[in-house]
């Protein structure tokens, strides 16, 4: 079956009670009994989950009491230097990050009657790995600069050490994407527009009528066809984002993996913005006697995605 994983806050309590009972930390996971009184070694935590090998949610389990077969410590019993997320995010923005900080949220959850907190922490592969560019100190406890801190297994590589060169070249790969397929890596290729430059066009005039076209700075390989569709005249709603589009003028995209065409998106011109046709969904409510043959009541659109730059 695997390890319990995080999914959605609903299922954070079921996912917190299956990891106690594996009386284990993990990759992912740590357990504290109550909120680290020393900040620095709250903030070591954070960045070890964060740069966790296994690229999954970590989560920073406080109320469970390693010391005593993992029982269920209700934080309420000693609260001091607990936080909300306003707090921790105010606590991670005033550091010094090399480029974005850790995606953090506190989610306090009752277990058994006793109340503990669970910091949520989002994995972001284009923002790995997290490391500070100053020095952050309390008392005797410090968070280096530059060191790339991460965990081993059921513990954190120490304050006064950093992640092996394999460790870390790990994180790199993540961090570009090199480990990932042709069709994992588009997404976040896609998310970095400014790196997108034209070219000529890799199809025969006649083929989709041309059209233009562009590739990727980092892995040419991939290139992206726009060509136009002047055989459709539809009207859409999504179209009338602009008060200056004057008529429907639709466009193809196809991205290719050298030859190999991955995804081919439909959409039109709104003045000078190019808008992914949103696809239509349904919202139904079978116990309304309005409709009887189950007709829709309402519809919505999904994949409001407006890339701009194409």
């Known amino acids: 079956m695997g390890l319990p994983r995080y999914k959605d806050d609903a299922g ?32 070591h935590d954070i960045i070890c989950l964060a740069n966790n090998a296994d690229g999954e949610t970590g989560l920073l ?17 000693h609260a001091e230097g607990r936080k909300n997320t306003q707090q921790l995010n105010d606590f991670l923005g005033s550091k010094q990050w090399a480029e974005s900080l850790p995606s ?20 972001d592969d284009a923002a790995v790995p997290y490391y500070l560019v100053q020095d952050y ?24 050490g950093t992640a092996s060169p394999l460790e870390t070249e790990r994180l790199w790969r ?15 290729l896609l998310s970095n527009p ?3 430059h034209s070219t000529k066009s890799l199809l025969p005039f006649g083929e989709y009528g041309g059209g233009y076209c562009y590739y990727y700075e980092d892995f040419p390989e991939f290139t992206l ?16 984002a602009s008060p200056f589009c004057h008529g429907p003028n639709w466009w193809t995209v196809r991205i290719y993996y050298h030859q190999t065409l991955l995804r081919e998106i439909q959409g039109a011109y709104s003045d000078h913005l190019w808008i992914p046709a949103p696809c239509w969904s349904f919202l139904r409510e079978p116990n309304a006697g309005l409709f009887e043959d189950g007709s829709c009541l309402y519809t919505f659109l999904l994949r409001a995605r407006w890339n701009a730059f194409l």
């Open 104 to 123: 953090a949220r506190v989610v306090p959850i009752n277990l058994n009657s006793a109340l503990i907190d669970v910091v949520v922490i989002e994995p």
């Open 61 to 77: 389990i406080i109320g469970i009491d390693e010391n005593s077969g993992y029982d269920i410590y209700d934080i309420n019993l």
């Open 12 to 43: 954070l309590g079921d996912v917190v009670l299956s990891l106690s009972k594996l009386k284990i930390e993990g990759q992912y996971w740590d357990f504290k009994r109550q909120w680290p009184e020393n900040k620095a070694e709250l903030l």
């Open 225 to 240: 066809v726009k060509s136009n569709d002047p055989g459709k005249d539809a009207w859409e709603h999504f179209m009338l």
């Open 194 to 196: 400014v790196k997108w």
């Open 137 to 160: 100190k309390e008392g005797k406890k410090s968070v280096r600069a530059g060191a790339v801190y991460t965990r081993h297994h059921d513990g954190n590589v120490s304050l006064d």
């Open 174 to 188: 993540r961090r570009f994407g090199l480990d990932k397929t042709p069709i994992e890596k588009l997404p976040q």
